[in-house]
């Protein structure tokens, strides 16, 4: 079959892959899921992202037909998602990290963070509340539940943790069937993309980049094989462009991605996932995207959480929402290198949206789409010298 990839960074490619990849795929997920579930588990899912996409077509459809003690539930449509969650009951659940990040606000949009999080101080109470933040998700039984597809927040993981859901992350790619690290107990540390699922080998190459070496790895890219040349080492390692580092026990970090680096006027690359996931981690940031190409520093635009945008139209909660965005970006800069400091804050008036073509089917941000349509406006937004800039 032929799986394009998101085109986040481009141009979508059509990665060709065999039925031995896609199947060795699914034998791998389905014993790495057996390994924490336990044999005879009688499990459940819900199948929601598009079929097209590499995670769900994987993590969802492989193991399924892999594994025939997988009960398997289907969404109606993204308005009936939560009704159809607490229909499924899933034992087994898998998310992006935009969807991670809805649900937690929407927590929030019931109960301020600072009254959950003294809630969940309290011996015995915290449990109770923790149990019934969990059944208003959905998801009360799950035993598994991972993030994919993109950077999470380490904080959000920690989070999720907290309310009693085993979150771990976990990455791969299209090229190989989604099928190369995953976290487990004993390598579930946040900020990592856990261990090499068996038979996937790594390292990393010259300038920090991962290369993988998977069983369940494409046979090529459709009609480019001048790509599919480039794209491997003469031992046949795949270049993945992205960096990241491997410690000695064999957890791996993303650090960036090497086609997401751009340099700023003082001459330095900046990584913007690591300062997007900052962004990200704070209740009022639904997604963010960092930019900069040959701008005197770095900005970021954000999208307010979505129970707040309808409410900056009042003088007074827009006031807020100014004040606590300052408080961000300072913060966040306390921790960035001066290269890396953040100019500025854009919030963007129009939603980024699958429909409207700046958000992949799976919710990450089309970067080249976005950098080109603020294009004309960034060198406004220095000039106003503002902390936030409402766009």
């Known amino acids: 079959m032929i799986l394009y990839t998101s085109g986040s960074t481009g141009t979508p490619k059509g990665v060709m892959t065999s039925f031995d990849g896609f199947t060795r795929a699914g034998e791998g997920i389905s014993r790495d899921t057996r390994s924490r579930v336990g044999e005879g588990a009688d499990n459940r899912m819900l199948s929601?992202?598009?079929l097209a996409h590499s995670f769900e077509r994987s993590w969802v459809e492989a193991l399924s037909l892999v594994d025939g003690g997988t009960h398997l539930f289907f969404a109606e449509s993204l308005d009936t998602f939560l009704d159809d969650l607490r229909r499924a009951r899933?034992?087994?659940?898998?998310?992006?990290?935009?969807?991670?990040?809805?649900?937690?606000?929407g927590v929030f949009a019931k109960m301020p963070p600072a009254k959950l999080d003294r809630l969940l101080s309290i011996p015995v109470v915290g449990?109770?509340?923790?149990?019934?933040?969990?059944n208003g998700l959905g998801l009360d039984k799950v035993v598994v539940a991972g993030s994919g597809s993109a950077p999470i927040p380490p904080d959000l993981?920690?989070?999720?943790?907290?309310i009693g859901l085993p979150l771990y992350e976990g990455y791969g790619m299209t090229e190989d069937n989604s099928y190369s690290f995953t976290s487990r107990a004993g390598f579930s540390e946040p900020g990592y993309v856990g261990v090499a699922l068996p038979g996937v080998q790594a390292r990393i190459g010259p300038g920090g980049e991962i290369l993988i070496k998977s069983p369940a790895r494409l046979v090529g890219y459709y009609r480019q094989p001048e790509l599919t040349a480039e794209s491997f080492t003469d031992d046949g390692f795949f270049r993945t462009g992205d960096l990241g580092e491997l410690r000695a026990?064999?957890?791996?970090?993303?650090?960036?991605?090497?086609?997401?680096?751009?340099?700023?006027?003082?001459?330095?690359?900046v990584a913007p996932a690591p300062i997007e996931n900052r962004l990200n981690a704070h209740p009022m940031v639904e997604l963010s995207l960092v930019s900069g190409v040959g701008q005197p520093a770095a900005y970021a635009i954000v999208q307010l959480a979505e129970d707040l945008r309808p409410r900056v139209g009042d003088p007074a909660v827009r006031a807020q929402v100014q004040a606590e965005l300052e408080?961000?970006?300072?913060?966040?800069?306390?921790?960035?290198?001066?290269y890396e400091h953040l100019h500025t804050i854009v919030v963007t008036r129009e939603p980024r949206s699958i429909e409207?073509?700046?958000?992949?089917?799976?919710?990450?941000v089309r970067r080249n789409r976005i950098e080109a349509a603020v294009q004309p406006l960034v060198e406004r937004w220095f000039a106003q010298a503002h902390k936030v800039v409402w766009a």
């Open 90 to 105: 899933p034992t087994l659940f898998i998310s992006v990290p935009r969807l991670w990040l809805k649900f937690q606000q």
């Open 127 to 134: 449990r109770l509340v923790a149990r019934k933040v969990r």
């Open 327 to 338: 408080r961000l970006l300072d913060d966040v800069n306390r921790t960035l290198p001066d």
């Open 249 to 269: 026990d064999g957890m791996l970090k993303i650090t960036g991605r090497a086609k997401e680096l751009f340099k700023t006027a003082k001459g330095k690359y």
């Open 157 to 162: 993981i920690r989070w999720y943790r907290r």
């Open 356 to 364: 409207n073509g700046f958000l992949t089917p799976t919710m990450k």
């Open 48 to 50: 929601y992202l598009p």
